[in-house]
């Protein structure tokens, strides 16, 4: 079971996958709006401190895979931002085009969970022990309410 940073990670894949589909659900283009400027800061914020607090620790690891997920992990994140960039500035939000995007988005965001719910946290776990998870849990927590707090 997930404990300390890996349980918050979980519940942040739980929460920003059910607003997806929420945004999928609706061609409303103003409840697409607002679900997506709330799915748009809760995700900006999880990437941001996850890379802040896990990914820094593990790009240090003297394990190569450690290594190369975190790597990867910091890549994904980019790729996902920047198609959030481009679909904030969409005016249309109800159309096919946004759709598309929406869809593609969903699919980067399914990857990057399950690569980093299988690999991701059994490198974070083979590097933490269990009062290590903790602190970052901690720090994580702290960073990403900074950063929503500032979105």
Known sequence: MAEG???DLHQDHE??????????????GQE????????????LAHAHAEQNVLYRKLEKSQNEKARKFALEGDNEHQIVEQ?????????NKAGEQ???QLTVLK?????????????????TRS???RDQLEKLAEQFRRQKEKLLAES
């Not at 929460?15 to 999928?24: A, F, I, K």
């Not at 607002?34 to 800061?41: D, R």
């Not at 699919?107 to 490198?123: A, D, N, P, R, Y």
């Open 83 to 91: 198609q959030l960039q481009q679909m904030a500035r969409a005016r």
């Open 107 to 123: 699919e980067l965001v399914s990857h990057h969970i399950k690569e980093e719910e299988s690999t991701g946290f059994s490198v």
């Open 127 to 129: 590097e933490f022990e």
């Open 5 to 7: 940073i890996l349980e």
């Open 32 to 43: 697409r709006s607002a679900l997506f400027k709330e799915m748009m800061s809760n995700l």
């Open 98 to 100: 946004w759709t598309a």
């Open 15 to 28: 929460e920003v996958t059910g607003l997806l589909d929420q945004l999928l659900k609706t061609d409303d």
